[in-house]
């Protein structure tokens, strides 16, 4: 059965880090994109990373650049996203997806399987 379950959302103070997981399952994560996307209160849905394959592509929003890092471990069919020197802009109900295309950012249509959805708050 096809499966993504996010872990690790929660608060945190600015300049802070949390890192999220993506377990996936059912589907061969070789040839996919597992896209990382975040909504906050408000706003539309916005692609932040992906990573597709063993990391032959890489993919980030440029508001993340340099702050968030896109890893997988191919042991556990598990993609990460590090998030450091979070700011309050980052919050939001960040979501994991499975997809065929990692763009510079991650597009939304290209995915077609998304995840429930962790909370990520950055407030002093």
């Known amino acids: 059965q096809l499966q993504l379950v996010e872990s690790g959302g929660g608060f945190v103070q600015p300049g802070g880090s949390l890192r999220l997981s993506c377990a996936a399952s059912g589907f061969n994560l070789d040839y996919y994109s597992i896209g990382w996307f975040r909504q906050a209160p408000g706003k539309e849905r916005e692609g932040v990373a992906c990573?597709?394959?063993?990391?032959?592509?890489?993919g980030y929003s440029e508001s993340v650049k340099g702050r968030f890092t896109v890893s997988r471990d191919n042991t556990e069919n598990t993609v990460y996203l590090q998030m450091n020197s979070l700011i309050p802009e980052d919050t939001a109900v960040y979501f994991c997806a499975r997809g065929t295309l990692c763009t510079d950012p991650p597009i939304e249509g290209a995915y077609d399987y998304w995840g429930q959805g962790t909370q990520v708050s950055v407030s002093s």
């Open positions: 990573f597709r394959g063993r990391g032959g592509i890489i």
